[in-house]
């Protein structure tokens, strides 16, 4: 009998994550998912039992308890096989709307550091004993960690600065897949909390940036950057 292959995939309680971890559920991977909200990744839990295998661990991927907590979930789960896929999709925005650099409150930006990069730099250090090889490690970014948007210094470098380290991982670690992808804009939370008091209405689903996190894990690209529609057009 095959074992199932594993993933962990941080922020999927809603949003992105979630639409990824239903479609690896619906594949047949077993699943370890957090979230900062317990009764939201409660839930989300509840949904993805039905169909895998799933661990549900609440906490902020920040804190190192937390962090050691995923990694037993994931040796609960993994067994001899180890992870397959490591997506590092929690973030965090900052302040709404974002301040300008000059404004920037500094120990509100170390937070945001201290979520979108550091954080992310910490569980891979957990799991890079646990990846098998070809395993795939998946930073999701943004446009911001590539383009000067005024108003968002804090976050799109905090995004640049998780690319670089990326990077960089994928050179010391030839035998891992590592990729950094831009899921676009998508009607989320995140999107509302940027942009408060718009129309999001016309943004795609976060579930239309999903087959191309598909062809990230299940295909043979190189470690890189990639933009999710690009890699497999949502046909109109």
């Known amino acids: 009998m095959t074992t199932p292959r594993l993933a962990l995939i941080t922020g999927a309680s809603r949003g992105l994550g979630l639409a990824l971890a239903r479609d690896l559920a619906d594949a ?6 957090d979230a900062r909200e317990p009764t939201a990744l409660a839930a989300a839990g509840t949904e993805l039992a039905a169909r895998t ?13 937390h962090r050691l907590a995923l990694m037993a979930a994931v040796d609960d789960l993994a067994g001899p096989s180890g992870l397959d ?14 301040p300008h650099l000059a404004d920037y409150p500094l120990d509100v930006l170390a937070s945001v550091y201290a979520v979108n990069v550091l954080a992310p730099l910490a569980l891979t250090q957990f799991a890079l004993p646990r990846l098998r090889p070809g395993a795939r490690v998946v930073a999701v970014t943004s446009d911001a960690a590539v383009e000067a948007y005024e108003g968002w210094g804090g976050y799109g ?9 990326v990077r960089v991982l994928a050179a010391e670690h030839p035998e891992l ?12 939370r ?18 239309d940036s999903v087959p191309g996190l598909r062809a990230l894990l299940d295909g043979d690209l190189p470690s890189g950057r990639y933009l999710a529609r690009e890699l497999v057009p949502v046909s109109s």
């Open 28 to 33: 047949g991977w077993s699943l370890v998912i």
């Open 53 to 65: 295998t799933v661990r549900a661990v609440a906490g902020d991927v920040a804190d190192h308890a």
């Open 85 to 98: 896929a490591l997506v590092h999709n929690a973030s965090v925005l900052g302040p709404s709307p974002q």
């Open 157 to 165: 470098s905090s995004k640049a600065a998780l690319e670089h380290l």
């Open 177 to 188: 897949a590592v990729y950094q992808v831009d899921p676009g804009d998508m009607r989320t």
């Open 190 to 207: 995140m999107q509302a909390e940027a942009f408060p008091g718009e129309d999001l209405s016309d943004r795609p689903p976060p579930e």
